[in-house]
């Protein structure tokens, strides 16, 4: 039985994700204890858990980044097995390490597999040795600007610019000549002088900061496979996502399946992520993630995710498979057998508490919260009336996703769920995503990253 292996299962998470594995969690008759900081007290997820600990202030590393204090509740609490949800510990390999020294059940990849894909220089060259496409770059860290000179001209402008480690599309940024390689190249450093900060190490321009180039695709979608890999040693592709909309490299709306890409198209990308996943021994829940040229209906690897993604309920709506719960299944050493069968179209909205004009946060009191429903909707939220959002953690309320028999019926049902949704009290981008919804270009589905960027043009 589960239980016998995972019960009980702390969930080191926060806000919409901790309360969605906590209902999955709990449906399996498994234990569900939550922790949580001084800003969260109010938040559904504590009251919902079967037990919630404190584990300190609202500054997140002295609370949900603290391992010491997350190993510390889970011990306490005689929690079998760790949930990282996504963020803030769930792609750190020194957690999972401790995790597993400390007798409990990781619920994610091996912390070799989190290592291997963490580094993005190091993953790119790993899925090239597999076979799986990659865009011309750098197989080594660049640590200066005259080496990042030399490479550009090599590879051939315009070149995108990111740092090796970290993610959610923080510090990349486009060169399209040398003066912009400049300030690219001093973007990318500050920001990998923060990850390294905060992985406890140095970092900065001075120190030689770890940074990779690789050549940009003008007219890119960002399309995405959800991997499973099983503990019999089967990869298996569930499916893709569609995560083109997005604003600062960061997305806001995801669907499923891809309106851009040609099923041969999805086919060799489903094959590609079977073999990004077998390279590297994935278990559990996984995504590899593409940048698809629109044009040529080709596609090379960008990276890897060694956890679950903000916009699995897609995936799920799509299939009707419970991803948290194969994630637990794996886990505790079992390979279900699972028949992937995708009908239908699924959107992802995400709501925050930011401008809808700009898309700067803005934290605040939720005077007034009202979630849509009915047929083809569901709400992911980790909020309701009453609450506030803080500016300590990413401003993310919601995910509103509908599903319907095709993306026709799906957006229609969208049209309506946003407008159903209220939201009062601190700004919200459901604005954005009625606009979004009226906007020619995305309700032909024929659209790339640079959607939201000629929005607001």
């Not at 030689?208 to 496979?225: D, F, N, Q, T």
Request: hydrophobic residues 40%; proline residues 6%; aromatic residues 6%.
């Amino acid at each position: 039985m589960l239980s016998d292996t995972l019960g009980p299962v702390l969930i080191a998470n926060r806000g919409e994700i901790a309360r969605r594995i906590i209902r999955t969690v709990k449906a399996l008759g498994l234990r569900a204890v939550a922790v949580y900081s001084d800003a969260d007290a109010d938040l559904p997820f504590v009251r919902e858990a079967d037990e919630a600990v404190l584990i300190g202030p609202a500054n997140p590393a002295q609370s949900y980044l603290d391992t010491d204090k997350v190993l510390r509740a889970a011990r306490d609490t005689g929690a079998k097995a760790v949930h990282p949800g996504y963020g803030f510990l769930s792609e750190n390999a020194a957690f999972a390490r401790a995790v597993i020294d400390a007798g409990m059940v990781w619920i994610g990849p091996s912390p070799e597999s989190i290592d291997q894909m963490g580094d993005k220089i190091n993953a790119r060259n790993l899925m090239e040795d597999a076979g799986v496409p990659v865009a011309a770059g750098t197989r080594e860290p660049v640590t200066d600007l005259g080496l990042a000179l030399e490479a550009a001209e090599r590879i051939g402008y315009p070149v995108m610019v990111k740092t090796a480690g970290g993610g959610g599309g923080i510090g990349m940024s486009v060169a399209r000549d040398e003066e912009g390689l400049g300030k690219a190249f001093e973007q990318a450093a500050r920001a990998a002088a923060r990850f390294a900060a905060a992985a406890g190490g140095e970092g900065g321009a001075l120190a030689g900061p770890a940074i990779l180039l690789e050549r940009y695709i003008e007219r890119a979608r960002h399309v995405e496979v959800q991997i499973l890999g099983l503990p019999d040693g089967r990869v298996l592709a569930l499916g893709e996502r569609d995560c083109s909309v997005q604003r600062r490299h960061q997305k806001v709306v995801e669907e499923s399946p891809s309106p851009g890409i040609t099923p041969e198209l999805r086919e060799r990308m489903l094959a590609a992520a079977v073999r990004a996943g077998e390279a590297v021994g994935y278990l559990g829940a996984g995504t590899v993630e593409c940048l698809v040229d629109a044009d040529k209906q080709d596609f090379v690897f960008l990276e890897m995710n060694t956890r679950l993604q903000v916009e699995h309920p897609v995936t799920e709506l799509v299939t009707g498979l419970d991803l948290v719960e194969l994630q637990l299944r794996v886990a505790a050493g079992e390979s279900p057998e699972v028949r992937v069968v995708p009908s239908g179209h699924a959107v992802e909205f995400r709501v925050y508490a930011e401008d809808p004009k700009r898309f700067f946060p803005g934290p605040g009191r939720i005077t007034a919260w009202s979630e849509p429903s009915g047929s083809g909707v569901r709400v992911d939220s980790g909020y309701e009336e009453g609450n506030t959002v803080t500016p300590f953690y990413d401003p993310l309320m919601a995910k509103l996703c509908v599903f319907g028999a095709n993306r026709v019926e799906a957006l229609e049902n969208a049209r309506k769920a946003v407008a159903e949704f209220i939201v009062e009290g601190p700004k919200n981008n459901l604005p954005f995503c009625a606009e979004l919804l009226e906007d020619a270009e995305f309700r032909s589905g024929d659209y790339d990253t640079g959607l939201v960027g000629r929005m607001r043009a």
